[in-house]
């Protein structure tokens, strides 16, 4: 059975940083595609980034030059790291995970198959 589980989220002020970890069980994290998604209040689950099994990453406009998806495969953990942190980023953050190859030129929440529970980052002002 797999499990996702997301740690790392909080409250920061405008300008700063979290990093999110998601541990992954039942799953090899170095054979699948692995994303991080998020969802604000009263709006549509977005996706953040994505990761393929050799590495190869995909940002949403919105947070490129600011986050930074990674895995350490020898821990089955994906990560994100958040930096210049906004308002607008805060959200529920949900890592997700499908077996085989990321499918597509975006990063879309049908195709994968896992999904952690969430963690709540809050950004203010």
């Known amino acids: 059975q797999v499990q996702l589980v997301e740690s790392g989220g909080g409250s920061v002020q405008a300008g700063g940083s979290l990093r999110l970890s998601c541990a992954a069980s039942?799953?090899?994290?170095?054979?699948?595609?692995m994303g991080w998604f998020r969802q604000a209040p009263g709006k549509e689950r977005e996706g953040v980034a994505r990761?393929?099994?050799?590495?190869?990453?995909l940002y949403t406009d919105s947070v490129k030059g600011r986050f930074t998806i990674s895995k350490d495969n020898t821990k089955n953990t994906l990560y994100l790291q958040m930096n210049s942190l906004k308002p607008d980023d805060t959200a529920m953050y949900y890592c997700?995970?499908?077996?085989?190859?990321?499918?597509?030129?975006?990063?879309?929440?049908?195709?994968?198959?896992?999904w952690g529970q969430g963690t709540q980052v809050t950004v203010s002002s």
């Open positions: 997700a995970a499908r077996e085989g190859a990321c499918i597509g030129s975006g990063i879309q929440a049908y195709m994968y198959n896992y």
């Open positions: 039942g799953y090899t994290s170095s054979s699948g595609c």
């Open positions: 990761v393929n099994k050799y590495g190869t990453t």
